[in-house]
Structure formats: C-alpha cells, structure tokens
C-alpha cells in the first residue's frame, strides 16, 4: 500500500489538541475495547473451540491499546482535512442515501429506486449542469438494469414497472 | 499439460474472452487514470460481475482491470504530475518533466511499452513457475500450510514500511474478521448473533467492496466540492509514440533486470505494484550511465517504474493460483473472485480445472499485448476520462458498490456487511491501521486456523510437529530470517539518524 508517512513528532501533548482527543488515539482506543468485549464473549464458548479465537482477540486488545498509545505519541499535527468537511452535512447525506438505497430497492424495485438514488445522490453533491445529469440518469437506469437483469441474469428486486421492461427486454432479445 | 495449454489457449481466444480482456482493459484505464480511483477499487467492483460470467471469462476479465489499472496510472502522472495510482508516483519524476519539453507522446508510449513488456515478462513467468510451484505444493500437508501462512502474514507485517506495531494490529483485524461462522474443530457457530447467513462466515467480496469501495465514494463525495480540476485542457504536442531502436536496445538490460525485480517481488505478500516501482527505479539509476538525467526527462527511469510495476502484477498471481495465498491486496480481491465461482486456489486447481488455469494464464498475455496497442494508439481517447466530476464518480461508486454487494447470491444481507465493513475500514484508517495486512490476514486466517486444527489432531496436540517436517521448518526458518532482516535494517536506520520515529501508514 502506498505509504504517506505523517512527519516526525515526539511531542508530549501529541495525541490531544486543546484538551481533545485525536481521532486516531480515539479509534485505537475503541478497537482495543472492541476487541477486549469480543475476547470476553470466547469464554462462553465451548472449551475446544474457545483457544484460538481467545489468543487472537486477546493479542488484539493488547495490540491496539498500544496502538491508542503509540498514536498518541505521534506527530502533533493530525492530517488537516483540507477539504473542510469533517461534518460535511452533504457527505452525511450522501451517506444516508445510499444507505436507504437497498431498503428501497427491495421496496420499490429497482428502475425507481435506481433513478431516485443516483438523481439524489448527484444532486446533492451538486454536479455541474444537474438537469443534464438528472435527465441522463433515466436511461443510464434503464441500461444498467438491461445488463443485469438481462444480459447479466442478476435477480434484481422488481415491482410491475421492473417486470413489464424485463418482458419486454426479453421479447427483443428473442 | 501440453494438452491443457494448447486448450488454455484456445479457450483464451474465442471471442467472448477475448472481448472480456479489451473490456477488462478499458475498465481498468478508467479506474487507473483518475486520480482516487484504484486497480483494488476496480477489481473489487468488478468481482460481482465475474460472478454471472463463466470463469475463464470472468477472471480474464479482472486480470484485465488489474493490469490495465496499474498502467493507466501513468497517464495523469506524465500529463499532469498527479500518479493516477499510487504504483505510478516514480512515474511523474522523469513523465511530467518529459511533458514539459514537449515529448508527452513519447513518455506516454514508452510507458504503454515497458508495461506491455513488464507485464509480459510477468506472463511468462506466470506461466513457467506457477505450475512448479503448484507442483511443489501438492506434497504439503496441514503442517506446511500453517507454515507457509505464518509465512504470509510475517512477510506482510515485516515488509511493509511503517509501524510493526499497526501492521500486526491489522493483521489480527483481519484473522479475527476470519472468526465468523463455524469453527472449523467443532462446528460451534461464533458471532453469528443469531443470523444464518454469519453461520457460513462473512463473505470476503463483501468485506472487500466494504473496504476499498465505500470509502473511497465517501472520500469522493467529501471532495466532490474542491475537485480537482486538470489545469486548461491536456494538450498532446505532435511527436513520435514510441522510442526509437536505438533507445530501445539501449534498455533492454533496463528492462529486463526492472521486469525481474516486479516479478520476484510481485511473488512476496504485501510488496504491491506500489513499492516495486520505488525499487527498481533507484537499480535503474544506481547502473545507469547518465545518472544525471533522472528525475529531468530520463526514459529510462520511466521505463524502470512502469515495467516493474506492470511486471509486479503477474508476480503477485503466481502464488495467488498456485499456492491461494494473495502476493497483494488486489491478488487477495482475485483470489475471492475465484472461490465466488466455486474454485479452490491452489495447487488442486491445476489438478482439477488445468484448461482453466492456462486460459487465464493465455488471457493474461493477451490482456498485456492489447494493454501496449491501446497505449501507445489510444492514449489521447484515454485521458479523456480525467474529465469526469467527482460528484459523478462518487455517486457511480456508490451504487455499483451496493449493487455488487447484492448481485452476490441476490441477498440484501451482504449489503449490509459491506456498509458495516466500511464503517470498520473508517475506524481503522483513523487509528493509521494499513490495510494490506487486514485484507491477508481476512484471506488466509481461516486457512490458518483449517490447517492448524488439522496438523494438531494429525500429531495428537504435539507442536513441534512445524519444526520437525523439513518443509516446515524451512519456510518457518525463511521467515525468520526476514524477520531479523527487517529488525536490523530498522535498528541501524534508527541508529543512523535517531530523530526519525517510525510512522505508521496510515494505507
């Protein structure tokens, strides 16, 4: 993988800023507690299945509390998020987007769910000329699903809409 | 054999493959020319597609991304000083400033050309050694397994630059991810939380897209606003594609000894397309007659980093199909791309589907051949994709991720294990947890806990059986020595300059 190292640093305040606590102790910090419940949780297992598992969770909690330490011994300077959107609400709602796509698609097919998803999504994040794009994505839609549905034979989630373009795409196809 | 490559071969031509190998190509320029996008990115969208192909046609599909990717990189690197991958940062050091005296045609083609060869080279040796090494693996039992894992994993851990401490952490992520589903010695479902689909262990294509795919939409989205914008239009100055014969010759030696250094390193776990470059950039220089020139304009060094890196690719398959132990991250997408289509990597598979095996091997020769048209005839059409908002990348991301996820098996649940990989992959980018050891440790911890269970039943609990089967105890002293290797060129760099502190990789 591509290495950016961060810099050098060795300063004692390193791991906090102003009394808050970096994002990279706090991760390590909550891996190691992620990985202590996980190893607490093998003692319920059966007494033959439980030592592999309790070796490789244990030396994990040990391994990332001294990844929270090692962290917050790094350099002062955590990466600037250059971009300013640490709380971006727009990069929130690109999330919830495509995290609510497919409950969509199982609810409403997908042509549909397709369609409003990837409008949404392009809207939000204001792509130039949106109209364009917005207008594109109906047959964009319509040719993914014929390459999944169709050429592809993916199962996709359908309503009477997605069925009567499947039919029809099949009767071209012959 | 003869009769399994002949019909590897013709299986590698017929049309279908051979449109599967342009298409897979041209996937991977696009993933490999913008800046953000990765050959790991690619291939992990494109897993669930294979999916619904047949295999031949799936994989020589995906060798095509991978490779096509790796070498697309170069486009933006020589044009615009920007690698379009991380394995194309050598490549701006002597392509931008070739650019800047007007020669872009030149760099770009001379890149297409030591890919082609690099990648060749690297079919050639696919090829030859995979099915010795095949071979070989046919005698191991449990015991050489657990060690050849162990292998694995300290490699990973030791060879990747940055912090000992992340690197391990990470690979226990990734062998604890392993733990989901049922233990291999009695059967006892482990974190499934009651759902049935845990019970057979996390899918390793989901966990993929999760990781490499979703975030990197998130990082798009997040710089949809501040894109990037290629300064004026890229202009191409008439000149000529390629280098002449003179030049040529003048690196065959360049060539070859780079394609060497992408192949032997290409073999090794966690030493990726990304770093050979470094390497065999700083041999070319260190032999070269005009040192001088590197980092102004030299072809050379272009050509050392580009055929390295290309060469690494079909490196990094050899124990991937021969051994099903991943030379990188994007092997280790490969190789669940394969057991997605209900393959064993491995030595069985040259047993039971040999045809199979040399029609990727045949597809993957062709694939580099069209990869060395298409670049030096088509790179003007190929940095066209340089023009596409981030906006549109983000949201296309997203959506073929989703869908990838559920194309598997057509179940919502693995949507669900992909966000939730992601979310992990978030939390373990922000702690500076590289990523190459959770995705092997993900690949090979069940291997390791399979084989262990069955060596310690085999020797009834007795673990000195790893030191006392020779195989074992040769690969287990191999590791050793990489390890102490690696601890004494950290202590003496340590030594040599004690204000530098060891920073973890953050990827």
Redesign the interface.
């Known amino acids: ?10 300063s004692a305040t390193a791991g906090s800023v102003r009394g808050r606590v970096s ?2 102790v ?3 910090a ?2 190691a507690a992620g ?1 202590a419940i ?1 190893t607490v ?1 093998t003692l319920d ?2 007494e ?2 439980r030592g ?2 309790l070796v ?2 244990g ?2 909690s040990v ?2 509390a ?3 330490v ?2 917050r011994k ?2 002062p300077s955590e ?1 600037v998020d ?2 300013g ?1 640490g709380r ?1 609400p ?2 929130a709602g ?2 919830v ?3 609510l ?2 409950v969509a ?2 609810a409403i097919g997908f042509i549909v769910s ?1 369609a409003v ?2 409008s949404a ?2 809207l939000l ?4 000329r949106p109209l364009v ?1 917005v207008v594109g994505v109906v047959p964009v839609t319509f040719l ?1 699903f014929a390459l ?1 549905q169709v050429v ?5 989630p359908q309503t009477p809409l997605d069925r009567s373009v499947a039919d029809f795409l099949y009767g071209l196809r012959g | 054999m003869d009769s399994a490559l002949l019909d590897g071969l013709l299986l590698a031509l017929q049309p279908i493959n051979l449109l599967a190998a342009v298409v897979g190509v041209l996937l991977g320029v696009v993933f490999g020319a913008i800046p953000g996008l990765t050959a790991t990115l690619g291939v992990a969208l494109l897993v669930p ?1 294979t999916f ?2 047949e295999p031949a046609t799936g994989m020589i599909m995906l060798t095509g991304v991978y490779a096509g990717a790796i070498y697309a990189g170069a486009i933006t690197a020589i044009l615009l000083r920007i690698p379009g991958t ?1 394995a194309s ?1 050598p490549t701006t050091w002597d392509g931008y400033p070739l650019t800047q005296q007007g020669k872009p045609r030149l760099a770009l083609g001379s890149a297409a050309l030591a890919s082609g060869i690099g990648g060749l080279v690297s079919g050639i040796a696919l090829l030859t050694l995979s099915p010795l090494l095949a071979g070989l693996a046919l005698s191991f039992g449990a015991v050489e397994y657990v060690a050849l894992v162990l292998f694995g994993l300290i490699v990973v851990v030791f060879l ?4 000992l ?2 690197s ?2 990470g690979v ?2 990734g ?2 991810l392993g ?1 989901v589903g049922l ?1 291999p ?2 059967g ?1 479902a ?2 499934s939380f009651g759902q049935f689909e845990l019970t057979a262990g996390l899918g390793v294509v989901p966990v993929l897209i999760g990781a490499f795919c ?1 975030t990197e ?2 990082r798009l ?6 894109t990037y914008r290629p300064g004026g239009s890229v202009s191409m100055t008439p000149g000529r594609r390629v280098p002449s014969l003179r030049e040529l010759r003048s690196n065959g030696w360049n060539l070859t000894r780079s394609s060497a250094i992408g192949v032997g390193l290409g073999i090794l776990p966690a030493v ?1 397309p ?1 770093t050979t470059p470094f390497i065999s950039y700083a041999a070319a220089r260190r032999f070269s007659k005009r040192k001088d020139l590197y980092g102004k304009g030299s072809l050379e060094g272009l050509m050392a980093a580009e055929s390295s890196n290309n060469a690494n690719v079909g490196g990094s398959l050899i124990p991937t199909l021969a051994l099903g132990i991943p030379g990188s ?1 994007v092997a280790a997408v490969f190789l669940g791309a394969l057991t997605l289509q209900g393959l064993r990597p491995g030595p069985l598979l040259f047993v039971e589907q040999p045809v199979l095996v040399y029609a990727i091997f045949s597809g993957f020769m062709l694939v580099n051949l069209f990869m060395l048209i298409g670049g030096i005839l088509f790179v003007r059409q190929f940095a066209v994709v340089l023009r596409l ?4 990348l ?2 296309a991301v ?2 073929f ?3 990838g996820a ?2 598997i098996g ?1 179940n ?1 649940f693995n ?2 294990v992909m ?1 939730g990989a992601g979310v992990l992959t978030a ?2 980018l ?7 050891p959770v995705v092997l440790g993900l690949i090979l ?1 069940p291997l390791l ?1 399979t084989n ?1 269970v069955r060596a310690l039943a085999a020797s009834q609990g007795d673990w000195t059986v790893f030191l006392q089967r020779p195989i074992s105890l040769t690969i287990l002293l191999v590791a050793l020595c990489v390890v102490v290797f690696v601890c004494v060129g950290r202590v003496r760099r340590r030594l040599a300059d004690p ?3 060891t ?5």
């Open positions: 993988m591509a290495e950016q190292g961060d810099g050098v640093g060795s994002p990279s706090l991760a390590g909550v891996l990985f996980l949780t297992f059966p033959a299945s592999y598992p490789v969770l030396v994990g391994l990332f001294c990844v929270a090692q962290n790094a350099a990466a250059e971009h959107s971006d727009r990069v690109f999330l987007i495509w995290v796509y497919p698609l199982i397709t998803a990837l999504s392009l994040l204001r792509v130039k794009w993914v999944l592809l034979n993916i199962a996709l | 597609v619904v192909l991380p940062i990747l630059e940055g912090s401490l992340h391990c952490a226990l992520v062998v604890g733990l233990d010695a009695q006892f482990r974190y979703i939409a998130v989205a997040r710089t949809s606003r501040t990726g990304e991250a908002p981030h906006a549109a983000a949201t997203a959506f991720s989703v869908i559920f194309a057509s919502i949507v669900w966000f939390l373990l922000a702690a500076r947890i590289p990523l190459a911890g806990e262990l204000q530098k502190v920073e973890p990789a953050p990827h």
